[in-house]
């Protein structure tokens, strides 16, 4: 099983400050099945980024994905104040999926 | 507008079953590769399983801590997965989603998700 591992756990931020979200993954995953998914409290999580770096319909162009083999970054270049939110990166292959334990990004 | 709506969450006794359903629509359900995500209180996202579209042999693949227990099916003629959790243990509590997978690899929506709650 591939284990991903986000860093930091938790990043403090100001709006309108860069945000570099890093997700490293214990051996190489496919660029195509490297997918970002951002949850706020209390709802679904959503899809933001997939095949590591083409955004979801809706996405703001702030969100970008980058990185391939085993190091993948989610960069938001200017945080608005409805980023702030719990980011988790994801991979597929072998037939199964994992998931990062997440990056929660919050209001310095 | 693609929908998933869970149903048939709610409080089980440990060695327990239940039974969750998903509710599709908005899209062609048939063609679909389906997937549950679970995630316990306070804690991070776990996949649970996956169910391929018939076109594709429609079988199944589960995470290893819930294989052998969790059973995903699907009914193409009502739009309808479905997750059945045997021998419940108290660390199943979580919130389940349902998901619609994209290009094999990703979860492009989600249902608003399924609390289950296992306590004796």
């Known amino acids: 099983e591939i284990v991903l591992t986000q860093s930091p756990g938790t990043l403090s931020l100001s709006p309108g400050e860069r945000a570099t979200l890093s997700c490293r993954a214990s051996?190489?995953?496919?660029?195509?099945?490297l997918a970002w998914y951002q949850q706020k409290p209390g709802q679904a999580p959503r899809l933001l980024i997939y095949?590591?770096?083409s955004r979801a319909t809706g996405i703001p162009d702030r969100f970008s994905g980058s990185g391939s083999g085993t190091e993948f970054t989610l960069t938001i270049s200017r945080l608005e104040p409805e980023d702030f939110a719990v980011y988790y990166c994801?991979?597929?292959?072998?037939?199964?999926?994992?998931f990062g334990q997440g990056t929660k990004l919050e209001i310095k | 507008e693609v929908q998933l709506v869970e149903s048939g969450g709610g409080l089980v006794k440990p060695g327990g079953s239940l039974r969750l359903s998903c509710a599709a629509s908005?899209?062609?359900?048939?063609?679909?590769?389906m997937s549950w995500v679970r995630q316990a209180p306070g804690k991070g996202l776990e996949w649970v399983g996956r169910?391929?579209?018939?076109?594709?042999?429609?079988?199944?693949d589960y995470a290893a801590p819930v294989k052998g227990r969790f059973t995903i099916s699907r009914d193409d003629s009502k739009s309808t997965l479905s997750l059945q959790i045997n021998s419940l243990k108290t660390e199943d509590t979580a919130v389940y989603y349902c998901?619609?997978?994209?290009?094999?690899?990703?979860?492009?929506?989600w249902g608003q998700g399924a609390l289950v709650t296992v306590s004796s």
């Open positions: 998901t619609r997978i994209r290009s094999s690899s990703w979860f492009d929506y």
């Open positions: 994801q991979q597929y292959g072998s037939s199964q999926y994992t």
């Open positions: 051996q190489s995953v496919s660029s195509s099945y």
């Open positions: 169910i391929k579209s018939k076109t594709d042999g429609g079988t199944t």
């Open positions: 095949g590591a770096s």
């Open positions: 908005g899209f062609t359900f048939s063609s679909a590769w």
